[in-house]
């Protein structure tokens, strides 16, 4: 496991950006999947994106493709997530995910991630 701590919420109006920071204490000679999940009020955590460290591929939901990035800095340990055009339906708890593998295309539910940071809030006001 390892430790994640994320940054970077905050309140925004419809349209407007955020960029969520997810600072890792990994190994830097491991790969990792690296991953953004979401969880709003009475709904369940669901995924948002994910990088893997090695390969640099990534994996969007439908849901923000288009209008989320993620990225890695491998210098940093950090992963980001650039949200942009944001809407009232994108309000909710953000969590960091992490799991020592080669490879994220497989990984979309949180169960298949063993480390998780404590979370940061996005709220969007229409």
């Known amino acids: 496991q390892v430790l994640l701590v994320e940054s970077g919420g905050g309140s925004v109006q419809a349209g407007g950006s955020l960029r969520l920071s997810c600072a890792a204490s990994?190994?830097?000679?491991?790969?990792?999947?690296m991953a953004w999940f979401r969880q709003a009020p009475g709904k369940e955590r669901e995924r948002v994106a994910r990088?893997?460290?090695?390969?640099?591929?990534?994996y969007y939901a439908d849901s923000v493709r288009g209008r989320f990035t993620i990225s890695r800095d491998s210098a940093k340990n950090t992963v980001y997530l650039q949200m942009n055009s944001l809407k009232p339906e994108d309000t909710a708890m953000y969590y960091c995910a992490a799991v020592s593998t080669t490879t994220c295309a497989n990984l979309i539910q949180p169960y298949h991630f063993n480390s998780w940071g404590q979370g940061t809030q996005v709220t969007v006001s229409s």
């Open positions: 990994v190994y830097t000679h491991s790969d990792y999947c």
């Open positions: 990088i893997s460290t090695g390969s640099g591929l990534t």
